[in-house]
């Protein structure tokens, strides 16, 4: 019992049998500064308050005993002593605090000498942001990285830099092609505001928006390697495959080869856009890795899929003003919520965009007739069998992606995947069934493949692996926009999956339609906006599901997803008193219920 041990057996006591612990002053200003920092890198610790103990005195005596150190705070990793305040934060800058922390379990492989010659603590495996995160997080925490990223040509023979998908031909790209789209529409709505922007319509430039595009991409693919540079993780520009246990190959461009051991691999290959299998279809088709770097405006397009790559690009070029189609093989936007998809639908309808349903293509030709290098796409109607044909300037194929596993020789290792579609299988905690290999981002089979769940998992994952952290990534209630010409924003159940998890009965689901007050004086799109809660009766109305179609609706949807994780209910959205004038208060007064069968066309103010 403690009672009866002196202070010097006490203090030693909490030095042997504690990884970090902090002698503190609990008023100390720096002491809040080194449990912040530990706080920070999400290593657990251990705080001794002195000044809350009847015996702080007498302790803070036999600390100045054992460290030679008087003042507080007074930090010991692993039995050693480390110091105060700026001694742990200068060894954190110089990278030594996370080899103090490894130094315990160094103590295990002690005698297994081939457990610590490896080139490097860690290599990551893929440069998007589920990589990039996961290799500065672990350089921070003082691991030695090394990163892998490789870019196969597309079947046009496009490529990219450093950054991923997302950087180079996913969310950035796109989502700036979005603004475009919204800039001509507020330009056209500019008049009624008194703009005089003359008479005739505005034209767009592909060009123009292309190269501003291309170059912010390029600033980007230069800060990520900077950023590298300065974390002190090693890039390689090269293609990566296991050779056995704890070794991968990497190939760059040239063919030069290198070898390299590690203690843990990540893998964050992530996935490249997948073809039909017909006739022409790699020949002369594009995917979403070639539309944002086109060398000309795509003119009249064909974008066959309708998931949202398809209906994200066909917005875009839509509203670029190109005569666009989209043929849909069966539903809109499969896995959302039917009735905010189709509204979708409705909307890009009205807005010129052409869809041809239920349809898949059958192959594709280029005519040498009429103007030169059409593509003529022939199609069968999935209801009837009728073929139809169509002659487009560009066919874009967004039928989904394929998982970038083919090529890393995963059976050495021992890393499984699932064989109906290539992902990786891992735990919850992203180690995949070879126990040193772990993955994160879109290569993970059935979790969500967007920006922020890759980025999330990738630094949780390395300061589990660095830091001593336990905590994992949460891949529930992710919240996620679509940036159709109208946004939809949504986080939790659909209203499909809400009845079929909860039973009709104990769903209530609260709407409306609204006009968002800038749309009103040029008369845009009136009742278009809408705006849905799915909530569940049998827990004090919980909402499980929120939906919302709305400019800036992925702005408006971030918040509330905080509330639907906390577990807000109804009457707190009620209570939530709203800002004005914006599409964002809908939510603090829905008051009509989908049962009750009530009109919720929007009324004027
Ligand atoms: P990736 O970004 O795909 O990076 C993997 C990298 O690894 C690539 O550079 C690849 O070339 C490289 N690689 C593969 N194999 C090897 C190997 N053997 N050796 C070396 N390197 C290799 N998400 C959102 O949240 N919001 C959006 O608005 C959004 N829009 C999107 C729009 C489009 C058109 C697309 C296609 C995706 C969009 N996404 C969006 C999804 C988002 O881009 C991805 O979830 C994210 O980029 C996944 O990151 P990652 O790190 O897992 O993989
Ligand atoms: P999806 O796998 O989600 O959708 C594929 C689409 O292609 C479906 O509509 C499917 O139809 C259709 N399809 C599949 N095969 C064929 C075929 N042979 N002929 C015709 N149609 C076909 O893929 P996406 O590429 O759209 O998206 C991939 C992932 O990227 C998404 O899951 C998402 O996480 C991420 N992403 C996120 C964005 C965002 O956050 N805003 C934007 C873009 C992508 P069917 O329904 O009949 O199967």
């Not at 010097?8 to 100390?28: A, D, G, K």
């Not at 480390?82 to 001694?87: E, H, K, N, S, V």
């Amino acid at each position: 019992p403690r009672q009866q041990k002196n202070s010097r057996e006490l203090v030693q006591e909490y030095i042997n049998h504690h990884r970090v612990v902090i002698f503190s002053n609990s008023t100390c200003p720096d002491c809040v500064k080194v449990k912040n920092l530990f706080i920070q890198l999400a290593v657990e610790f251990t705080v001794i308050e002195l000044n809350q103990m009847e015996n702080g005195a007498a302790l803070q005596n036999a600390l100045e005993e054992i460290s030679n150190q008087r003042t507080l705070p007074n930090v010991f990793i692993n039995k050693t002593h480390l110091g105060g305040c700026d001694a742990t934060e200068r060894a954190h800058q110089e990278n030594r605090l996370a080899a103090m922390l490894r130094a315990g379990e160094e103590e295990v492989t002690a005698g297994h000498p081939e457990l610590e010659s490896y080139d490097y603590d860690l290599v990551v495996i893929g440069g998007g942001v589920g990589g990039l995160a996961a290799s500065k997080e672990a350089a921070n925490l003082g691991a030695k990285v090394a990163l892998l990223d490789f870019v196969k040509p597309s079947e046009r023979g496009t490529t990219w830099g450093l950054g991923g998908t997302c950087v180079n031909v996913g969310c950035i790209p796109k989502k700036l092609m979005h603004q475009a789209t919204i800039l001509g529409h507020s330009l056209e709505d500019a008049r009624q505001f008194g703009w005089n922007i003359g008479d005739s319509p505005v034209r767009h430039d592909w060009d123009t928006m292309r190269d501003g595009i291309q170059d912010h991409i390029a600033v980007m693919n230069r800060a990520q390697k900077d950023d590298l540079r300065s974390k002190k993780v090693t890039y390689k520009n090269s293609y990566a495959e296991f050779m056995g246990p704890h070794k991968v190959k990497c190939t760059d461009k040239y063919g030069r080869m290198q070898e390299l051991t590690a203690r843990y691999f990540i893998l964050a290959p992530g996935g490249r856009p997948r073809y039909p299998d017909i006739p022409g279809a790699r020949e002369f088709g594009i995917t979403s890795d070639d539309l944002f770097s086109l060398p000309h405006s795509p003119g009249k397009t064909l974008v066959v899929g309708a998931s949202y790559v398809a209906i994200e690009s066909a917005g875009v070029l839509a509203g670029l003003g190109l005569d666009v189609t989209v043929m849909v093989r069966s539903i809109l936007l499969r896995g959302f919520d039917q009735q905010m998809a189709e509204m979708i639908g409705d909307h890009m309808t009205k807005h010129n965009i052409k869809f041809i349903r239920p349809c898949v293509p059958t192959k594709v030709e280029k005519t040498d007739s009429g103007d030169s290098g059409l593509l003529h796409v022939t199609a069968t109607m999935q209801d009837d069998g009728t073929e139809v044909v169509g002659e487009y300037n560009t066919v874009m194929f967004a039928v989904g992606r394929e998982p970038c596993t083919k090529g890393l020789r995963l059976d050495t290792v021992g890393v499984k995947v699932n064989t109906q579609n290539g992902y990786i299988i891992a735990s919850d905690e992203e180690q995949t069934t070879c126990p040193y290999v772990y993955a994160v981002g879109d290569i993970l089979d059935g979790k969500p493949q967007l920006k922020p769940v890759a980025i999330q998992a990738g630094q949780l994952l390395a300061m589990r692996l660095f830091g001593n952290s336990k905590l994992k990534m949460d891949y529930t209630s992710v919240g996620v926009a679509v940036f159709a010409p109208l946004e939809y924003g949504t986080v939790g159940l659909s209203e499909e999956d809400a009845i079929k998890t909860y039973g009709d009965s104990n769903i209530e689901v609260y709407h409306t339609y609204f006009d968002p007050l800038e749309w009103t004086v040029p008369h845009r799109d009136e009742n278009t906006c809408y705006a849905k809660l799915v909530c569940l009766a049998s827990q004090k109305l919980r909402v499980v599901g929120l939906h919302v179609l709305s400019p800036n609706a992925g702005e408006i949807t971030q918040g509330f997803a905080l509330g639907m994780k906390l577990g807000a209910t109804k009457a707190d959205f009620d209570n939530l008193v709203g800002i004005h004038p914006t599409c964002a208060e809908i939510f603090t007064g829905l008051t009509k219920t989908k049962s009750s069968g009530v009109e919720v066309a929007a009324s004027a103010c």
